[in-house]
T-cell receptor, first 112, second 114 residues
Framework: DQQVKQNSPSLSVQEGRISILNCDYT??????FLWYKKYPAEGPTFLIS?????DKNEDGRFTVFLNKSAKHLSLHIVPSQPGDSAVYFC???????????FGKGTTLSVSS | EAGVTQSPTHLIKTRGQQATLRCSPI?????VYWYQQALGLGLQFLLW???????NRGNFPPRFSGRQFPNYSSELNVNALELEDSALYLC?????????????FGQGTRLTVV
């Protein structure tokens, strides 16, 4: 079963607008959530994370929101830039010790 | 500081052969994760090692195996290669087991089975 789900395979946004990428999880043991960005033929690079004790974390243009009751998190990118075009992966882990589990990714395309 | 390094970058094998992929974690990191990214799919969790022990295993057949050495580097072995094993294999390391910390990825090994 898929413990981390990214239900939108792709998202297209215009430069300067907001990009919202969504992620749902099923395992209630997860308490640490991360977003990674991946370009073709490269390894994923860490973008931003959030602990389950918070509901929001900001880093520049990137903000992650966590709704624990809904088991849902989202990544907001404002304003979106063409260089943000990449595959974005949501990931989750548990302090009790689970591996980092990834969603299938969402391909973001930002047009100028 | 050197990042996660993987070797080889590319590997071409024939169906039925064995492949060995290697990963050196960031200095000081004790946890190593292996993931498979097949065409059109996300990052499928394969194996997780920490302090030399296998901590968790993904939903892959036993012909996918590995180990972690005393210096925390790791090896992924794939036996009896099948065409569908062709994928990008990614290794990641993190400083500790559990806790609030991100994993850092290498560039991956592109395995092609012909």
């Amino acid at each position: 079963d898929q413990q981390v789900k990214q239900n939108s395979p792709s998202l297209s946004v215009q430069e300067g607008r907001i990009s919202i990428l969504n992620c749902d999880y099923t395992n209630s043991m997860f308490d640490y959530f991360l977003w990674y960005k991946k370009y073709p033929a490269e390894g994923p690079t860490f973008l931003i994370s959030i602990s389950s004790i918070k509901d929001k974390n900001e880093d520049g243009r990137f903000t992650v929101f966590l709704n624990k009751s809904a088991k849902h998190l989202s990544l907001h990118i404002v304003p979106s830039q063409p260089g943000d075009s990449a595959v974005y992966f949501c990931a989750a882990s548990a302090r009790a010790g689970t591996a980092l589990i990834f969603g299938k990714g969402t391909t973001l395309s930002v047009s100028s | 500081e050197a990042g996660v390094t993987q070797s080889p970058t590319h590997l071409i094998k024939t169906r039925g052969q064995q492949a060995t992929l290697r990963c050196s974690p960031i200095s000081g990191h004790t946890s190593v994760y292996w993931y498979q990214q097949a065409l059109g799919l996300g990052l499928q969790f394969l194996l997780w090692y920490d302090e030399g022990e296998e901590r968790n295993r993904g939903n892959f057949p036993p012909r996918f195996s590995g180990r972690q050495f005393p210096n925390y580097s790791s090896e992924l072995n794939v036996n009896a290669l099948e065409l569908e094993d062709s994928a990008l294999y990614l290794c990641a390391s993190s400083p500790q087991w559990g806790g609030d910390t991100e994993a850092f990825f290498g560039q991956g090994t592109r395995l092609t089975v012909v």
